[in-house]
């Protein structure tokens, strides 16, 4: 590594140690009512339902893959954003939570047709299982879980690469066509999840 | 023959706009003045019969020729060039040629259409058209015997939709109808909304209407008109056999892989608004479902 890179990194590195972590909950929060009030307002184009879906997904879709960033760019460039990762993984969920919401109650509304979606519709019931995975993550993101269940922490925390995967194929499947901007992010997400795990005697471990 | 249907709504202001902004904030203020609840939303079964506004239909499009997001077409339509235009009608005709579309409109009675819109992705619109029954320019054309299905052909021209410059579909979009779908008098060639000239990111200068089928099979810009034989490609289909089929009829009880087609969302109602019901053949079932007797309409979608 050269003198300059290091330079950036140790900067990048000072900077972030003094951002509180509740600055970036906040900053990341931030866009949930605000899109929500221009949705209510005419803000968001004239079919603001599917809009406020959109921009929640893919608000969501970012923060993952955000999330994802972290182990790699501290591996890999010495970047330490340690410290924002639970910040940033609890903020994807909420905003999965947002996009399920307003698929709940402002796109479907129906009770029975709810049910009829998940199970009918290939790329629902791919994001509802990428939603369920992420629940038990969302909910031992706080240190008494991370004390109790020790080891098996690490090992539950494995669900965010499936459920970013299917998140990533989510998109890609909802979209009409051969679009672009999915394949990229799926793309992303794979690159980001193969990184992390090596092919060794036959059987993928942790790389 | 031109007047072979009438407008089933109404359009109860003549000018567009704002003025009809101003007229529906209107109506909105004398409910709520007189406690009638629901005042101002599009949700009143009353209220669902006004077309929507010149913003809402010009702001709100697929059309997949200047990218895929709903306002790429109203950003990127601009650069596409209409002046010269003409539509080369072919196959088994008796006059086949190009026809300028200045000369289609010098000998077609322009009428206004107000037709409900209803998009395969479950939204809808209502749409004041301007335009003309397609068999006018078919007759014009001169139908032979044996022509069983009529092709269309959307313009391609990468370098002013840049949509087309990615393999979203394969390029140029293609439609068909049946030949006896292409007469109905309800089936139209649009050349305006509210009085206006095609706008652009509506599939200016002419465009296919078809309001009792997805809206794709609506195809705009049309350059290319062939009477055949055979079934025709069209470009959903080819897209994905499974989820577009040739018919396309609005069915309600005929569901997308993606997309529920039992309900649909009123453009213009709001975030918290309702969905509504869709109709069988998008409410025009008494004038087309005769089209269709002894087909099965789960089979042939
Ligand atoms: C794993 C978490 C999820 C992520 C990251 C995610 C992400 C996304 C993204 C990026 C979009 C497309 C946005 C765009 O087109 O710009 C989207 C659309 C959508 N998602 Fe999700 N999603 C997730 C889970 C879910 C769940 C659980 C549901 C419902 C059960 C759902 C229902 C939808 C719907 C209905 C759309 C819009 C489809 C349309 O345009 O017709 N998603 N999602």
Same mark, same amino acid.
């Given at each position: 590594? !050269?003198?300059?890179? &290091?330079?950036?990194?140790?900067?990048?590195?000072?900077?972030?140690? =003094?951002?509180?972590?509740?600055?970036?909950?906040?900053?990341?929060?931030?866009?949930?009512?605000?899109?929500?009030?221009?949705?209510?307002?005419?803000?968001?184009?004239?079919? $603001?339902?599917?809009?406020?879906?959109?921009?929640?997904?893919?608000?969501? &879709?970012?923060?993952?893959?955000?999330?994802?960033?972290? !182990? $790699?760019?501290?591996?890999?460039?010495?970047?330490?954003?340690?410290?924002?990762?639970?910040?940033?993984?609890?903020?994807?969920?909420?905003?999965?939570? +947002?996009?399920?919401?307003?698929?709940?109650?402002?796109?479907?509304?129906?009770?029975?047709?709810?049910?009829?979606?998940?199970?009918?519709?290939?790329?629902?019931?791919?994001?509802?299982?990428?939603?369920? &995975?992420?629940? $038990?993550?969302?909910?031992?993101?706080?240190?008494?879980?991370? =004390?109790?269940?020790?080891?098996?922490?690490?090992?539950?925390?494995?669900?965010?690469?499936?459920?970013?995967?299917?998140?990533?194929?989510?998109?890609?499947?909802?979209?009409?066509?051969?679009?672009?901007? $999915?394949?990229?992010?799926?793309?992303?997400?794979? +690159?980001?999840?193969?990184?992390?795990? =090596?092919?060794?005697?036959?059987?993928?471990?942790? +790389? | 023959?031109?007047?072979?249907?009438?407008?089933?709504?109404?359009?109860?202001?003549?000018?567009?706009?704002?003025?009809?902004?101003?007229?529906?904030?209107?109506?909105?203020?004398?409910?709520?003045?007189?406690?009638?609840?629901?005042?101002?939303?599009?949700?009143?079964?009353?209220?669902?019969?006004?077309?929507?506004?010149?913003?809402?239909?010009?702001?709100?499009?697929?059309?997949?020729?200047?990218?895929?997001?709903?306002? #790429?077409?109203?950003?990127?339509?601009?650069?596409?060039?209409?002046?010269?235009?003409?539509?080369?009608?072919? /196959?088994?005709?008796?006059?086949? /040629?190009?026809?300028? %579309?200045?000369? @289609?409109?010098?000998?077609?009675?322009?009428?206004?259409?107000?037709?409900?819109?209803?998009?395969?992705?479950?939204?809808?619109?209502?749409?004041?058209?301007?335009?003309?029954?397609?068999? #006018?320019?078919?007759?014009?054309?001169? %139908?032979?015997?044996?022509?069983?299905?009529?092709?269309?052909?959307?313009?391609?021209?990468?370098?002013?939709?840049?949509?087309?410059?990615?393999?979203?579909?394969?390029?140029?979009?293609?439609?068909?109808?049946?030949?006896?779908?292409?007469?109905?008098?309800?089936? @139209?060639?649009?050349? /305006?909304?509210?009085?206006?000239?095609?706008?652009?990111?509506?599939?200016?200068?002419?465009?296919?209407?078809?309001?009792?089928?997805?809206?794709?099979?609506?195809?705009?810009? %049309?350059?290319?008109?062939?009477?055949?034989?055979?079934?025709?490609?069209?470009?959903?289909?080819?897209? /994905?056999?499974?989820?577009?089929?040739?018919?396309?009829?609005?069915?309600?009880? %005929?569901?997308?892989?993606?997309?529920?087609?039992?309900?649909?969302?009123?453009?213009?109602?709001?975030?918290?608004?309702?969905?509504?019901?869709?109709?069988?053949?998008?409410?025009?079932?008494?004038?087309?479902?005769?089209?269709?007797?002894?087909?099965?309409?789960?089979?042939?979608?």
């Amino acid at each position: 590594m !050269t003198g300059s890179t &290091l330079g950036i990194v140790d900067r990048v590195n000072l900077f972030a140690r =003094r951002i509180p972590v509740w600055l970036v909950y906040g900053l990341v929060a931030l866009p949930a009512p605000y899109l929500f009030y221009l949705a209510a307002t005419g803000g968001l184009g004239v079919e $603001p339902i599917s809009a406020l879906e959109h921009e929640y997904g893919e608000l969501a &879709l970012k923060l993952l893959i955000a999330g994802l960033c972290i !182990t $790699p760019l501290r591996r890999f460039l010495g970047v330490n954003l340690m410290k924002f990762r639970r910040a940033i993984g609890v903020m994807a969920f909420a905003y999965v939570f +947002a996009h399920l919401g307003v698929w709940l109650f402002l796109d479907v509304q129906d009770w029975g047709r709810i049910w009829a979606d998940i199970v009918k519709r290939p790329y629902i019931t791919i994001g509802m299982v990428g939603f369920v &995975l992420l629940v $038990p993550l969302a909910v031992t993101s706080n240190n008494l879980s991370l =004390r109790w269940l020790g080891p098996l922490w690490r090992k539950l925390h494995l669900l965010v690469f499936p459920a970013a995967i299917l998140a990533g194929l989510h998109f890609v499947m909802l979209r009409k066509g051969v679009q672009i901007e $999915p394949l990229l992010y799926l793309g992303t997400i794979l +690159a980001l999840v193969g990184i992390r795990f =090596r092919l060794r005697d036959g059987k993928i471990v942790r +790389a | 023959m031109a007047y072979r249907w009438k407008n089933t709504f109404t359009r109860a202001d003549a000018t567009p706009e704002a003025h009809f902004l101003n007229r529906r904030a209107f109506v909105g203020a004398i409910a709520a003045g007189v406690g009638l609840g629901m005042a101002g939303s599009r949700a009143s079964a009353q209220d669902t019969l006004k077309p929507n506004d010149w913003d809402e239909i010009t702001n709100y499009c697929n059309f997949y020729e200047f990218g895929t997001g709903k306002e #790429d077409p109203p950003r990127y339509a601009k650069a596409l060039t209409t002046s010269p235009w003409s539509i080369e009608v072919d /196959g088994m005709v008796d006059r086949p /040629g190009a026809y300028d %579309v200045n000369d @289609i409109m010098s000998e077609m009675t322009i009428e206004e259409r107000i037709y409900r819109f209803r998009c395969v992705e479950a939204w809808s619109m209502i749409i004041p058209w301007n335009g003309f029954e397609l068999a #006018d320019l078919l007759a014009m054309a001169g %139908v032979q015997d044996g022509a069983k299905y009529v092709a269309f052909e959307t313009l391609y021209r990468p370098e002013e939709m840049i949509g087309q410059r990615y393999p979203v579909l394969d390029w140029p979009y293609v439609e068909g109808l049946r030949l006896d779908e292409a007469l109905h008098p309800l089936t @139209i060639m649009a050349t /305006g909304i509210y009085g206006k000239p095609m706008p652009k990111q509506n599939g200016a200068p002419m465009r296919l209407v078809v309001p009792w089928k997805y809206g794709f099979k609506s195809i705009k810009s %049309v350059v290319r008109i062939t009477l055949t034989d055979k079934e025709p490609p069209t470009s959903w289909n080819r897209a /994905g056999p499974q989820e577009y089929g040739f018919y396309s009829n609005v069915n309600p009880n %005929v569901d997308h892989p993606r997309w529920s087609q039992a309900t649909e969302r009123v453009i213009g109602s709001g975030l918290f608004a309702s969905r509504q019901p869709t109709l069988m053949f998008n409410g025009y079932q008494e004038e087309v479902a005769s089209l269709y007797e002894g087909m099965d309409l789960a089979k042939h979608f």
